[in-house]
């Protein structure tokens, strides 16, 4: 009953002032203690309560992760803002997203004024998620079931590309598919040791640049299906 009636006080405006503190106090190691006014919006119309399950909508604007099945999670709200801040998506951008999850992510960047290509490796996560998107308006996402690593050659090159499971490494195909200029969004290490946020931008040489950004933890990048 506490943890029903604690959940049931956050509110859409208390997860936003979640994130605004914590991207405040995040702020000298991310380069970002203020996020920008497009990436708060898209936080502030995104319903997270309707990306979760139903036994967690009482909590679905604690800026903490929930469960949303099969293993998984929806991430918790900062982290969301924090990736879709650092990939600096502007309206039109394609953007390749590797792990759909439930879908919120996905609609973040959508409100952002992207268009999204999203690999989901569970297939009924995809399929769910696909339909979610579509009946909440966010029709300029496309969700498939696939192997993330591959990322989603035939719609490359894409303006950014974010994921949101950790890999053990930087799978190359993802680099090879993001644009001269582009950046890729990524957790990095093993689960259940240290993980680090990375930002790598690709230069126009082809060559890429790598930031450590913040420790995170986030369930493993896994391989499927292609």
């Not at 919006?41 to 319903?47: D, S």
């Not at 903490?64 to 039109?92: C, K, N, Y």
Request: aromatic content about 4%; charged content about 20%; glycine content about 10%.
């Amino acid at each position: 009953m506490l943890r029903h009636l604690l959940g049931a006080s956050a509110t859409a405006d208390s997860m936003l002032e979640a994130i605004v503190r914590d991207a405040r106090e995040t702020g000298g190691k991310t380069g970002r203690p203020v996020f920008s006014d497009a990436v708060m919006e898209a936080m502030r119309t995104v319903p997270r309560a309707a990306f979760v399950p139903e036994m967690e909508k009482p909590f679905a604007y604690e800026n903490r992760p929930l469960p949303i099945g099969h293993g998984q999670t929806i991430s918790q709200p900062f982290v969301v803002a924090l990736m879709a801040e650092l990939l600096d998506v502007e309206p039109g951008a394609r953007i390749l997203e590797v792990g759909t999850g439930c879908g919120y992510q996905t609609a973040v960047l959508c409100a952002l004024g992207a268009t999204v290509y999203s690999v989901e490796v569970i297939e009924l996560l995809a399929t769910t998620a696909a339909a979610r998107l579509e009946a909440l308006g966010y029709g300029q996402a496309t969700a498939r079931a696939g192997d993330g690593h591959a990322g989603w050659p035939e719609e490359a090159p894409f303006d950014g590309i974010i994921v949101t499971a950790a890999a053990t490494s930087v799978p190359p195909a993802l680099v090879a598919q993001l644009k001269p200029g582009g950046c890729l969004v990524i957790p990095v290490g093993r689960v259940a040791k240290t993980q680090h946020l990375q930002r790598i931008e690709k230069r126009v040489d082809g060559s890429s640049e790598a930031k450590t950004v913040l420790p995170v933890a986030f369930v493993p990048l896994t391989r499927g299906q292609a």
